[in-house]
């Protein structure tokens, strides 16, 4: 996989696919990027687990936090990691650890994060790929929801419509 650029219809298809995620480094202060993500992902109809070692008992909009994946008593398809790329390492080996008991499917790193290294053992041990992006921005530019902002959706353009011919 080329980890630069990914094709629509391969985030299209993991987002579709996807039902609860496990969010890595997930915030209950309301202003942090991750808190926002998760909330948005929340009313998109996704479970998001946060885990976050400091939280771990309480509850972060509306769900129980968990110190590790591993602490997570029930199965979910994506671990989404709000952690820098270092620690993505570690993040990236304990999901492979449970990728069968918990049936994760893919490994999200988010914007700015990048592994390549735990990206290709994440691959090789058969999970889906993701990195350097963020699964709010892309489920938003793949539903139009970005479109009304004038961001890289291909909806909104200031070039005028080629007209067809009739």
């Given at each position: 996989?080329?980890h630069?650029?990914?094709?629509n219809?391969y ?24 808190h ?25 909009l ?8 591993a ?19 570690e ?31 994440a ?11 963020c699964?709010?921005?892309?489920f938003g ?22 007209l067809?011919?009739?």
């Open positions: 996989m080329n630069d650029t990914y094709p219809s985030i299209r298809r993991i987002l579709r696919e996807t039902r609860t995620i496990a969010m890595v480094g997930a915030s209950a202060n309301w202003n942090r990027p991750s926002f993500a998760m909330k948005y992902l929340q009313t998109k109809g996704y479970r998001v687990i946060p885990v976050n070692p400091g939280q771990a008992g309480k509850q972060i509306g769900e129980t936090c968990y110190a590790s994946l602490d997570i008593p029930e199965s979910f398809d994506m671990v989404d990691v709000f952690r820098n790329s270092e620690a993505a390492g993040v990236a080996e304990e999901a492979i650890r449970l990728k069968d008991a918990k049936g994760i499917r893919t490994l999200w790193m988010q914007l700015g994060v990048r592994n390549d290294a735990a990206a290709a053992r691959e090789a041990a058969g999970l889906q790929v993701v990195m350097n992006r699964p709010k921005i892309e530019r793949l539903n139009a929801e970005l479109s009304w902002g004038g961001f890289n959706s291909g909806i909104v353009t200031s070039k005028r419509r080629k067809r011919a009739s």
